[in-house]
């Protein structure tokens, strides 16, 4: 049986144009990709962010689904899952 701790997804890293790497939680990370999501044109979104009604919808989508939002020509905003050790 997989050990459970493999799966979890509490802390990532986030690498973003001109930015040094952040280490955020989950809840730090789906506001980053809210703020985000804020910002942009909704036509400049995939198709598929399109069909979320709401920004919080579509953060969480992000999250489960991929680890890149397209932010603009020559930017870029990544997140990776990373286990923390005490």
Do not use: H
Not at 66 to 79: A, H, V
Request: charged content about 20%; proline content about 5%; hydrophobic content about 40%.
């Amino acid at each position: 049986m997989p050990d459970l701790l493999m799966y979890q997804q509490d802390n990532f890293v986030v690498l973003e144009t001109n930015q040094p790497e952040q280490f955020l939680t989950l809840s730090e990370l789906l506001k980053k990709l809210e703020t985000t999501l804020q910002k942009l044109i909704i036509q400049d979104l995939s198709p598929d962010l399109q069909n979320f009604d709401t920004v919080e919808a579509q953060a969480q989508y992000l999250l489960d689904t991929t680890c890149e939002l397209d932010i603009g020509p020559g930017q870029y905003l990544q997140w990776y899952a990373v286990r923390l050790e005490k």
